[in-house]
């Protein structure tokens, strides 16, 4: 897989969460919530069968005294982590032709304080593993 088919299962993905979802930056005027992805190549691996990936995922809203639709978002987004059948991206499996095309495994969940204090940030990263055709 490369870099494109990956940011197009991440974007088909989000975009079943919320429908503002935007690559790497958003624009001026934005309805929240909102979510960032950034995805950043690392290295290849396995005598080059396997390319690695960070994945930024940044999650936005607007009410400053209640977290509930931001947290809900993050949830979706996230899953439950199941090892078989994830329902979000943590531990999340792509399959193309009855083999694994993707891992997905999340290595950080920080909350980002904004200058803008009517403003919540919550930043997930993952480790994406992509397997060369």
């Known amino acids: 897989m490369n870099v494109i088919e990956?940011?197009?299962?991440v974007y088909n993905f989000l975009t079943t969460k919320?429908?503002?979802?935007?690559?790497?930056q958003a624009p001026s005027k934005v309805e929240y919530p909102y979510v960032i992805y950034t995805l950043d190549t690392t290295s290849t691996?396995?005598?080059e069968v396997r390319e690695d990936f960070d994945l930024t995922i940044d999650v936005y809203d607007n009410n400053q005294f209640d977290s509930t639709t931001l947290d809900m978002l993050?949830?979706?987004?996230?899953?439950?982590?199941a090892i078989v059948?994830?329902?979000?991206?943590?531990r999340k499996h792509y399959y193309g032709s009855a083999t694994v095309q993707m891992d997905f495994y999340r290595t950080g969940r920080n909350t980002i304080?904004?200058?803008n204090e009517n403003i919540r940030h919550v930043e997930l990263s993952y480790d994406v593993m992509s397997y060369l055709k």
């Open 113 to 115: 304080i904004e200058e």
């Open 74 to 81: 993050i949830g979706q987004i996230d899953g439950n982590g």
């Open 18 to 24: 919320t429908k503002f979802v935007y690559d790497t």
């Open 85 to 90: 059948n994830a329902t979000g991206l943590h």
């Open 45 to 47: 691996y396995l005598n």
């Open 6 to 9: 990956v940011k197009k299962a």
